[in-house]
């Protein structure tokens, strides 16, 4: 029988700027639903489990560069985190937001540095629940056990029901980059050391061919 996961880790995909205000995009809305979805479905774990709760990461990811991200109140987990509120899950769990990341490996590192985590042991009996499409999960798996420490059952897939709203190759080269470039690092702290490296290694090369789109870095997490 698989196990419930109490504690659930909810990864955004965007926030919509305009003329009436910030909105989620229509994949972070979906994760928010797909979250909804699986707590309703198991409310009475939920209720029942000491430390139970829902954390929906996500500041601004696909803002332009430079460009400043929304006002506090409307970055991505705070809009997500909204969403489950009104839906009524704080009867269920405790409902937190990070909202300073802007990739799918910050999702993580800053819900640790944060310490939405505190205190949470995961095992394949009581695993980490990850909410989001089935195409980024993968990949996910792979930085939660940079991050965490975790890996097989103690990770629990909850994925956003529908097609995948991004093209399966592209996701496979994201995924064999990350296992490149963050090869041999296990720290929070190193992994995001790499990555601002990796970035303004790319912010470099974009500026020596500025009508090349391809070179346009971009998260799609």
Not at 38 to 44: G, K, M
Not at 86 to 114: I, M, P, W, Y
Request: aromatic share 6%; with cysteine; proline share 8%.
């Amino acid at each position: 029988m698989t196990p419930t996961a109490t504690v659930l880790l909810v990864f955004g995909r965007g926030v919509v700027a305009g003329d009436d205000g910030y909105r989620l995009s229509a994949d972070s809305a979906a994760r928010a639903g797909a979250a909804i979805g699986y707590v309703r479905a198991h409310a009475a774990e939920f209720r029942r489990a000491a430390g139970a709760r829902v954390v929906f990461t996500g500041g601004w990811p696909h803002g332009p560069a430079g460009a400043p991200g929304p006002p506090a109140g409307y970055r991505e987990g705070e809009l997500m985190l909204a969403l489950a509120r009104a839906a009524g899950l704080d009867g269920c769990a405790r409902l937190h937001a990070e909202t300073r990341s802007r990739t799918t490996l910050q999702n993580l590192a800053h819900t640790v540095q944060d310490g939405l985590l505190a205190g949470e042991v995961f095992t394949p009996a009581r695993p980490l629940g990850l909410v989001s499409h089935p195409w980024h999960l993968p990949r996910i798996r792979f930085l939660a056990g940079k991050v965490l420490g975790l890996s097989g059952a103690a990770l629990l897939d909850v994925p956003v029901a529908g097609p995948d709203p991004v093209p399966a190759g592209r996701e496979r080269v994201a995924r064999a980059a990350s296992r490149v470039c963050y090869l041999g690092l296990r720290s929070p702290e190193a992994l995001l050391r790499r990555e601002r490296r990796l970035a303004r290694s790319a912010q470099r090369v974009a500026g020596l061919f500025p009508d090349c789109p391809g070179f346009a870095g971009r998260r799609h997490g």
